[in-house]
C-alpha cells in the first residue's frame, strides 16, 4: 500500500484526504492519504523521516511551504513562487512542485476562460498570490499586482515578467481587467470583500481562491455584475488533481474527486 499525506500545522480540517482516497477507490489504486502535524520547527525531521519511512508523496500546507522549498530539489516553477506544496518521495531525492499555479490555470480553463494576452489584476501577494500571479503571468496574463502592504506586491511584481504593483487603492484596475483573483483572506468565514462591488463588470472572469463558504461575498457580487465566477474549491480540486497525476503518472479521475470535496463543503 501507498501512503500520501498532508503536512501542515494546523491540519484538523482539510479535505484533502476524502477528495485523493474518492480517486484511490475510483481507480482501484491501493493507496491511503493521512494528515500528519509536526511541530513548528520539526518541519525538516518530518520530510526526512516520511522519506526514511516510505511515505510516496506529501501535500504541504501552511505554515510549512516555503520551509520544505529548502529541503527537497524543487522544480523550477516552484524555485520561483518560493513554495512548495507537493513533495514526490518516488526519485533518489524528493522532489518539489508548487500545483496551486496548476489549480489557478486548470480552474479557468475548466471554466473556458482564455488567459492569454488578458489583463488580470491579483490581489494579495502571499503565498497564494505569489502562485496565482506566476501561473497567470506564465499563462500569457499581463498582471497588475494589488496587496495591502505594497512593498510584497512590487517584490512579487518584480519577479515577474509586464507586471505591475500598488496598494488596495490600485483596486480601480479590475475595471479595465479581463481576469480578477482573490487570494487574500478577506471573504474567509466572513461578509467582506475585497473588492469594491462597482469595480466589478459583466467582462470579468473571477476566481476567489477563499472557498469557505463556498459563494463568497466577492462572487455573488461579481455574479450579479454579470460576471464569469470560479470558486476557490476549483482551485482546491485542481491542485490536488495535479498532485496525483504528478504522484501516480495517471489522469486523475476528475468528477469523482469534485463530488468528494464538495460533499463536505456544501
Ligand atoms: P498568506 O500568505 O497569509 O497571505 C494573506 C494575504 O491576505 C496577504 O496578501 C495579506 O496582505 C492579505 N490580507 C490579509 N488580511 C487582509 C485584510 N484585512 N485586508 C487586505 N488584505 C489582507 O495566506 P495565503 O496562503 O496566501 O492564503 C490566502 C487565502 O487563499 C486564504 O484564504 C487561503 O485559504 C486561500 N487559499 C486557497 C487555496 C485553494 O486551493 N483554493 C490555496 C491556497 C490558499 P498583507 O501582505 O498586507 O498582509
Known amino acids: 500500500m501507498n501512503v500520501y499525506g498532508l503536512v501542515g500545522n494546523p491540519v484538523g480540517h482539510s479535505l484533502s484526504p476524502p477528495m485523493h482516497e474518492a480517486a484511490y477507490d475510483a ?22 523521516g516520511a522519506d526514511a519511512l ?3 508523496g506529501l501535500n504541504v500546507t501552511i505554515p510549512f511551504k516555503q520551509d520544505v522549498l529548502g529541503l527537497v530539489d524543487p522544480d523550477p516553477l516552484a524555485e520561483r513562487i518560493g513554495a512548495v506544496n507537493t513533495v514526490d518521495f518516488s526519485g533518489e531525492r524528493p522532489r518539489g ?3 496551486d499555479a496548476a489549480g489557478v490555470t486548470r480552474s479557468f480553463a ?8 488578458r489583463d488580470a489584476v491579483v490581489v494579495g501577494a502571499g503565498g497564494a498570490g505569489r502562485a496565482v500571479a506566476f501561473a497567470l503571468a506564465d499563462a500569457g496574463c499581463r498582471v497588475h499586482v ?13 519577479a515577474l515578467d509586464d507586471a505591475s504593483a500598488g496598494g488596495l487603492d490600485t483596486l480601480d484596475r ?19 470583500s475585497p473588492v469594491p462591488r462597482e469595480h466589478l463588470h459583466g467582462d470579468l472572469a473571477v476566481l476567489d481562491a477563499v472557498y469557505s463558504p463556498i459563494e463568497t461575498r466577492l462572487l455573488r457580487e461579481a455574479c450579479e455584475a454579470g460576471a464569469t465566477t470560479v470558486d476557490g474549491a476549483w482551485m482546491l480540486l485542481y491542485q490536488g488533481v495535479e498532485a496525483f ?11 469523482v474527486m469534485n463530488e468528494a470535496l464538495r460533499a463536505r463543503l456544501s
Not at 110 to 117: A, M, Q, R, S
Not at 150 to 155: F, I, L, P, Q, Y
Not at 183 to 188: D, L, P, R
Request: no cysteine.
Open 27 to 48: 481507480l482501484d489504486i491501493d493507496a491511503r492519504y493521512v494528515t500528519f502535524e509536526p511541530a513548528v520547527d520539526d518541519i525538516e525531521r518530518a520530510v526526512d
Open 54 to 56: 516510505g511515505v510516496s
Open 97 to 99: 512542485y508548487n500545483t
Open 110 to 117: 475548466h471554466h473556458d476562460v482564455t488567459l492569454d494576452g
Open 146 to 158: 494589488a496587496n495591502r502592504t505594497v512593498e510584497k506586491a512590487a517584490d512579487l511584481a518584480a
Open 174 to 192: 479590475v475595471r479595465e481587467a479581463d481576469v480578477l483573483v482573490n487570494a487574500t483572506s478577506v471573504g474567509m468565514e466572513s461578509e467582506e
Open 245 to 255: 497525476e504528478r504522484w501516480t503518472g495517471r489522469d486523475a479521475p476528475v468528477e
